[in-house]
């Protein structure tokens, strides 16, 4: 296991690369501050009055929650969510501009370059989302340190997983100018499609959910995995479920694993 | 650095190696051996193979048939070993823009897995190699093209290799700045008994080499020393300049493939070993101005391939893309 | 790593400078609710007309030590129609009338139409009436005007014990069957006439749960104000 040591120093190297590469770029940064202002600040404050109690007895809001509690685990997700693809980019430049060959060359090998990268692009990723963390008393979200570092490693895994299924879709983006289009066409339909915004009320049965919003909707939102990723975090920072919570760590779990290893299949060539 | 094989074991050793992309040929049955210590220059015309050998070489790609070893490591079997040997300058620039030199060079050690002192004593003996210690925190953003080829020098030599790779390495480059590079891996071929392979079109860059391998339509049509090609492939002519029409037609009795290149001048192919202290006791007192061109790697290169060695349009199309890469990588 | 701290020096700054406006920004307010009780002066405090400050000193005490410490005035309001029936949309309350309801029970039905603040006082249902329980078969009066308590545990346990529940709708009601010698199952802040005895019922009846303020969810920064003045006043008036 002498080989260990210096392949640990690789991975370590790639995810400081990639550290110093996700701080020095200010629009990168200024985009993790950018969303959760708008998400939260504008339209959080913009709707709260119209999901607010008027009447004892009536519901607005099926949630033991105002509409910005609710939609604070949320924009954490959406942050975390476009800094991981963004990641892609990255790798979609690396592979441009040779510098992916300039690693694939070294004794280093695929799966650590890989490994250290996907690190690199979660760590920026987590850490946007905790941008997103100190809005907290601004949404009225009261965490205890425990809360805290539970939300930090679950941000985590879901930054690893997300950043990894970025790079499986840089593999399949040959160009620069194709990732413009995976903002629009994978990022905010996950995150609309995904109860992230507005709530399925917990109490109803499926039958009865329809009635609310149309079958079709009920439909895509059940079978988006953000829904459940979305929802565990809900569950760390507000106590609110509204599927088991395992459901979405398993899904997160599976992803990390599965994404990386496609990821690998498709890295450097 | 591995130094338990035998030192008489070459560099490099390419046997009968083949490579296809689908259907299309890159490399057919190319053999050749670079000995430890030299400089080899794989020279052709744009898509002969160059790269395609280079990948092969550089464990980036594996060729359908054939050996090779590199650095007395199996390029199949030893993969790690083999990249352990080598370093690597692209053709493109792969600097990371956004960090400073040092960084950048601390990254590639780090990726090669030394130690940090072993980095930071290795930074400061490439850069100084370089002559960009004093630019060790700038970014790299801010350098120049010729800058920037350099960094990647000192970084490709930053891990010590035994065989350093070079393709294309002074492409967008101006004179002087070739030359500066040039210098430094020459100092470094005498001073640590590093291997230089490099693919390039600029004529005076193969003239440096020890052993010159010409490839074209991925074959290996003909290897030797600059001289040895030039001999065997390129002609001497000898060009004369003289007043008298009467000594001029005499000149063109004596040698039928004399021709006549300008208003008084004439030019003779200056063939054998013999040709010039003839020509010159016969006709040298009788002559104003006599000028002998060597043979060129360029006629000789003609000769082989039927091609000039850089396709003009193409070499400066190149230089523009090159440019244009460093350029675009804000 | 060579270079040190001086090549993380930007990078940390640019991230302090952002942490710091966001944690800047937390100060702005989410909502008017809070500004909008500070432009009136007045403090909004809906009780039940039974379950008024003689049946719950303690928790008029701390609704009064809230609106002391947010610089507002109390403004008890007795309703009459709060708990008047089991659906609380019957009792027509709104946010135009209260800005924070008292004498509730802490349960997941009240939490689904109100942001509840546990108040550290308790609520549970009792037997008012001689120590010894009816015969199966009896009728057992049932009166709660506490909203949010577990009607469909409490029926069943009436099921169970072989009672047939009577509705008693008006406190008049209640005195009245009391004083025919019927029994009946009331909560704890209900006004009984004197010398009416009370008998505590086994956890299958209701279980005994805190009271809470409620609040308007929604009104962020009122309902932050507010949870953190009543946090004070808990320091002072401790839990029962």
């Known amino acids: 296991m002498t080989d260990f040591l210096p392949i640990l120093r690789g991975i370590h190297g790639v995810w400081l690369r990639e550290i110093m590469r996700a701080t020095r770029d200010r629009g990168q940064l200024l985009g993790g501050v950018s969303r959760p202002l708008i998400w939260l600040l504008i339209l959080g404050v913009g709707l709260n009055p119209y999901f607010r109690g008027e009447v004892f007895g009536e519901v607005r809001l099926v949630l033991p929650y105002n509409y910005l509690q609710f939609l604070f685990p949320a924009v954490i997700v959406l942050n975390i969510m476009y800094t991981s693809i963004q990641f892609a980019v990255s790798v979609i430049w690396d592979r441009e501009f040779g510098f992916l060959r300039e690693v694939l060359v070294s004794p280093m090998p695929r799966w650590a370059v890989l490994l250290g990268k996907v690190l690199g692009g979660a760590t920026a990723a987590t850490g946007h989302g905790i941008l997103v963390l100190i809005l907290a008393r601004f949404a009225d979200v009261t965490l205890t340190p425990l809360e805290v570092v539970e939300a930090i490693i679950y941000m985590f895994m879901l930054s690893f997983a997300l950043t990894c299924f970025g790079v499986v879709l840089a593999g399949k983006v040959r160009s620069f100018e194709g990732f413009g289009v995976f903002s629009n066409t994978v990022i905010l339909p996950l995150y609309f499609a995904s109860s992230s915004v507005f709530p399925l009320d917990p109490s109803l049965t499926r039958t009865q959910l329809v009635v609310t919003y149309p079958e079709w909707l009920v439909a895509l939102i059940r079978v988006n995995p953000i829904t459940y990723a979305v929802d565990v975090l809900r569950g760390i920072l507000i106590g609110f479920n509204q599927f088991p919570p395992y459901i979405g760590l398993g899904l997160v779990a599976a992803g990390m694993v599965v994404f990386f290893f496609m990821a690998l299949r498709g890295f450097g060539k | 650095m591995t130094t338990q094989d035998t030192p008489a074991e070459p560099a490099v050793l390419v046997q009968g190696v083949s490579l296809r992309y689908g259907s299309q040929i890159a490399l057919e049955d190319v053999s050749l051996e670079i000995s430890r210590g030299s400089s080899f220059a794989l020279l052709g015309p744009n898509g002969a193979g160059k790269t395609s050998l280079m990948s092969v070489l550089a464990t980036l790609r594996t060729a359908d048939a054939g050996r090779v070893v590199v650095a007395g490591h199996d390029v199949n079997r030893a993969p790690r070993k083999v990249r352990e040997s080598i370093g690597m300058v692209f053709q493109d620039a792969s600097l990371d823009d956004r960090l400073t030199a040092e960084e950048n060079l601390d990254f590639h050690g780090r990726v090669y897995g030394m130690p940090g002192n072993a980095r930071r004593s290795a930074t400061d003996r490439v850069l100084e190699l370089v002559e960009l210690s004093e630019w060790r925190e700038a970014p790299v953003r801010t350098f120049s093209g010729g800058m920037k080829r350099r960094l990647e020098i000192a970084r490709a030599l930053m891990h010590d290799p035994e065989i350093l790779f070079l393709d294309e390495p002074t492409v967008g480059l101006d004179a002087q700045t070739r030359e500066r590079i040039w210098t430094y891996l020459d100092n470094e071929r005498h001073t640590r008994g590093l291997t230089l392979l490099?693919?390039?079109?600029?004529?005076?860059?193969?003239?440096?080499?020890?052993?010159?391998?010409?490839?074209?339509?991925?074959?290996?049509i003909a290897q030797g020393s600059p001289s040895d090609l030039k001999q065997k492939h390129g002609k001497p002519y000898l060009h004369v300049v003289a007043a008298l029409p009467e000594i001029r037609s005499a000149l063109l009795d004596t040698y039928p493939d004399a021709r006549t290149t300008g208003p008084e001048q004439i030019s003779i192919p200056a063939d054998g070993e013999e040709f010039v202290p003839e020509f010159l006791s016969r006709f040298g007192s009788r002559l104003h101005e006599i000028r002998f061109e060597a043979p060129t790697l360029e006629a000789a290169f003609l000769n082989l391939t039927g091609r000039t060695l850089r396709d003009r349009a193409d070499g400066e199309r190149e230089a523009q893309r090159a440019a244009g890469r460093r350029a675009g990588r804000q | 790593m060579t270079g040190g701290w001086k090549r993380w020096r930007r990078p940390v700054l640019d991230i302090g400078l952002i942490a710091a406006l966001l944690a800047a920004l937390n100060f702005l307010p989410s909502d008017n609710s809070l500004a909008d009780r500070r432009k009136q002066g007045v403090l909004r405090y809906c009780v039940s007309e039974s379950a008024n400050a003689l049946a719950e000193p303690r928790e008029l005490r701390l609704a009064e030590g809230i609106a002391r410490q947010l610089d507002l005035r109390l403004e008890v309001q007795t309703v009459a129609n709060i708990g008047r029936s089991f659906n609380p949309r019957d009792w027509n309350l709104s946010r135009g009338q209260c800005d924070m309801i008292g004498g509730l029970a802490n349960t997941e039905t009240n939490r689904n139409f109100l942001t509840l603040l546990p108040n550290g006082s308790r609520i549970a249902l009792v037997r008012a009436g001689p120590a010894e329980a009816p015969p199966r078969g009896a009728e057992m009066g049932v009166y709660l005007r506490a909203p949010g308590l577990d009607r469909v545990r409490l029926a069943s346990y009436l099921r169970a014990q072989g009672w047939r529940a009577q509705p008693l709708r008006t406190p008049e009601a209640l005195s009245g069957w009391l004083a025919g010698g019927g029994q009946a199952i009331v909560s704890t802040l209900t006004q009984l006439p004197p010398d009416t005895g009370t008998n505590p019922l086994p956890p299958e009846a209701g279980e005994s749960t805190d009271l809470a303020f409620g609040l308007w969810r929604g009104d962020v920064t009122l309902t932050r104000a507010i949870r953190n003045a009543l946090e004070r006043e808990l320091d002072h008036i401790p839990p029962e």
């Open chain 2, 198 to 220: 490099t693919t390039t079109h600029y004529i005076e860059e193969v003239d440096r080499a020890d052993w010159i391998c010409i490839i074209d339509k991925g074959r290996v």
